[in-house]
Antibody, heavy 122, light 103 residues
Framework: EVQLVESGGGLVQPGGSLRLSCAAS????????MSWVRQAPGKGLEWVANIKQDGSEKYYVDSVKGRFTISRDNAKNSLYLQMNSLRAEDTAVYYC???????????????WGQGTLVTVSS | DIQMTQSPSSLSASVGDRVTITCQAS??????LNWYQQKPGKAPKLLIY???NLETGVPSRFSGSGSGTDFTFTISSLQPEDIATYYC?????FGPGTKVDIK
């Protein structure tokens, strides 16, 4: 059974940092693109970042470029999101999601974690 | 950048009703359009991919159609467990969502 379990969320002050983790199991993690998608309270879904199977390609939504870094450790079946210079508008539930594509990026998110809440507030 | 719009933003329907949601892309996206269901407090769930393909295990009352810029998502007979917000998605763009309630 495919499982994605996020952790690392919490309350952080504006300007602070946080590192999210996503532990994957039940599939060959190293074969898939992975993404982070967030949802601000009461709002819709927003794609944040993604990373290629070997970590050689990474893409970000404009609003987080230069502040967030996506990474992965295939030996540990884990995905990460390092978030620096956090702003109030980064407050959201952050989901990790698997892209179904194994050879190419399909932008088709077939499995999602349960999410971890990040609150940026003083 | 491609913009995705959905209508309506919310709707109320009776159990057994046919429900239709539309999604429009600001430019031709062929059939690269997916639909997700999100129940309150839960993660999104993939229902339809590539505009019209039903994800494995998803009830057949859900369907999708369209290509180019105009897409439709349909629930043929609304059930109480279908109460959720539905999102269309193309690449890194999600639509704003349609909240479906029972009348």
């Amino acid at each position: 059974e495919v499982q994605l379990v996020e952790s690392g969320g919490g309350l952080v002050q504006p300007g602070g940092s946080l590192r999210l983790s996503c532990a994957a199991s039940g599939f060959t993690f190293s074969s898939y693109w992975m993404s982070w998608v967030r949802q601000a309270p009461g709002k819709g879904l927003e794609w944040v970042a993604n990373i290629k199977q070997d970590g050689s390609e990474k893409y970000y939504v404009d609003s987080v470029k230069g502040r967030f870094t996506i990474s992965r450790d295939n030996a540990k079946n884990s995905l990460y999101l390092q978030m620096n210079s956090l702003r109030a508008e980064d407050t959201a539930v952050y989901y990790c999601a698997r892209d179904r594509g194994t050879w190419i990026q399909l932008w088709l998110f077939d499995y999602w974690g349960q999410g971890t809440l990040v609150t940026v507030s003083s | 950048d491609i913009q995705m719009t959905q209508s309506p933003s919310s709707l109320s329907a009776s159990v057994g009703d046919r429900v239709t949601i539309t999604c429009q892309a600001s430019q031709d996206i062929s059939n690269y359009l997916n639909w997700y269901q999100q129940k309150p407090g839960k993660a999104p769930k993939l229902l339809i991919y590539d505009a019209s393909n039903l994800e494995t295990g998803v009830p057949s009352r859900f369907s999708g159609s369209g290509s180019g810029t105009d897409f439709t998502f349909t629930i043929s007979s609304l059930q109480p467990e279908d109460i959720a917000t539905y999102y269309c998605q193309q690449y890194d763009n999600f639509g704003p969502g349609t909240k479906v309630d029972i009348k």
